[in-house]
């Protein structure tokens, strides 16, 4: 069975630009979440899907980060216009009932 | 608020064991969890433990838990060259799946040969 999975693996991009990264969960999870790591400090919760629905949404930094999750399989989280601070590392992790299977991350550079 | 400490870097002499410890704020955890993430991949769950439980063990994996103190920790009995990682301590405050995880910064261990 396939793990999660996020595309791309690392992303450079100049401040002001549009960055989207996507995450596919394993097949069946209702459940999606997306958490962030700044360098150096602790991984953050961003957000949680329930199927197409954002249950809890109480960790995005601000109105420049859009998550979706349309049909309720894979999520895209789009950063608009990006600032120097967005950089990080991005995780998306799955689940159905128990464990959080988390994907390898997208490396998030802005210059 | 919640908030989950750690110290950054530990290193350790191979054979020897690792302790890595953890404290964490939020008296209404639930669930602690250790997780390790090796270079390139994802997080990988280690063990959790139930707020009502002391001690869990798992082969090489010990893991402490003073709910007085809120304070956590994992030993590696034994340690290898495989162990080298950084190895995270998260709570949540429901059960696995439907809740989110809280993380501390991440512990670099490092075995010395």
């Known amino acids: 069975e396939a793990g999660v999975t996020q595309f791309p693996s690392h992303s450079v991009i100049e401040k002001g630009q549009t960055v989207t990264l996507r995450c596919d969960p394993i097949s069946g999870h209702d459940n999606l979440y997306w958490y962030r790591r700044v360098m150096g400090k602790e991984i953050k919760f961003l957000l949680h899907?329930?199927?197409?629905?954002?249950?809890?949404e109480s960790g995005m930094p601000n109105n420049r980060f859009l998550a979706e999750r349309t049909g309720g399989t894979y999520s895209t989280l789009k950063v608009q216009p990006a600032e120097l601070e967005d950089s990080g590392v991005y995780f998306c992790?799955?689940?159905?009932?128990?464990?959080?299977?988390f994907g390898p991350g997208t490396r998030l550079t802005v210059l | 608020g919640e908030d989950v400490e750690q110290s950054l870097f530990l290193s350790v002499r191979e054979g020897d064991s690792s302790v890595i410890n953890c404290t964490y704020t939020?008296?209404?955890?639930?669930?602690l969890y250790w997780y390790k993430q090796e270079p390139g991949a994802g997080l990988q769950l280690l063990t959790y433990i139930f707020s009502n439980m002391d001690m869990k063990q798992d082969q090489r994996l010990t893991v402490l838990l003073n709910k007085k103190d809120k304070h956590l920790s994992l030993r590696i009995a034994d340690t290898q060259t495989g162990d080298s990682a950084i190895y995270f301590c998260a709570e949540s405050m429901s059960d696995f799946g439907n809740e989110k995880l809280t993380f501390g910064t991440g512990t670099r261990l490092t075995i010395i040969p």
């Open positions: 992790a799955s689940s159905l009932h128990n464990e959080q299977f």
């Open positions: 899907f329930v199927k197409e629905s954002k249950q809890d």
């Open positions: 939020d008296s209404s955890s639930t669930y």
